[in-house]
């Protein structure tokens, strides 16, 4: 009887503890909100974030899940309910999330506020490159080198060289986001050789049209060292302005530039953008019953995984916890089609390696 009710309190015990280790990977941030005073962790002391980040991609794999690293994702600093965010990542199995912070005007160290809240969840990324690169693309670069220098982040987020509106931005009727920034122009020349001396790589959002892909190419041929995320794989809003992009055309550029990326920011197998209520997210096959990759995708991304990142994309007016489940969801539809190792290289080691030279 005793040794019974001892067996039910081992397993009473044993359970409670893998529910807390489920709940709570790694400590949680002590407050729910990322307050202005409180002091950067700038310059960033990657060793120190390192040790931390590792160790908690090793708690989500102790969990039986897939581990994922986010390398492109963007908050309303003010508004971000860290600590349910924190709680909501350890549930999903979300190690990491590139952070950045999503500012219009000037520089802002948020995101070094973040990660001193947060030492565990968050790897900073500078300020993307929005409307303020948009007004003075130069201008921006020059702060972007400032910092990226000083405070030694590891990951420049996502520069907007050619950027038709947002869907979300369509539907409360701004239209005015068309942005058009030469990417072989002096700016484009700036952060590609930023790239190249600092050793550490940008993200693009550059739009898939004919004519834009051979000044792309031009920079890739003349910067070989940059590193260049080119965000949202296969994400055509005109099919008609796009004949050439595929994964054939995908597979080439990779065989030829040996630092280009891409990250699978995209949207799911209905989603639809709005202005020309095309299937955007070109990745799927539309003539499958459920959501399936295209088998030609399917192949580069299995003989390239390295190249690839998962990410999720989301942004400052949709940050919530619940967002969340709805983000990971998504992302995972797509990684669970990925046989392994390519699963877990694209989900998670890919990002690790292109940020910090090493494998996991
Ligand atoms: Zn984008």
New binding site residues.
Partial sequence: MFARLMRHIVLLGLVLMSTSAWAELSPLPATDMVANDITPAIPFDLDALKRNWRARVNAVKATGQVPIIDIESSFNTGKLEIRRFAEGMDELGVALIAYSHDTKRGWSDAAGRVVAVDPWRFIPATIGGTENFAEDPEGFVALLRQHVVRDNYPLMA?H?FR?YPSPRQVKRGELHRDVSVPIDGPAGEALFALSEQTEGSFQI?YEIEDGLLPPLEKMLAKHPKAKVIW??LAQIRYAEHSRIYGPAYVRKLIETYPNLYFDV?FGGPNSVYPISNERHARIWDQNASGAQIQKEWLEVINDHPWRFLAAM?MGGDRQSPDKLVEYVQNLRQFLNQLPEPTRSIVAYKAAWKLLFNEEL
């Fill in positions: 996502e907007e950027h959002h965000a949202h920011a994309d």
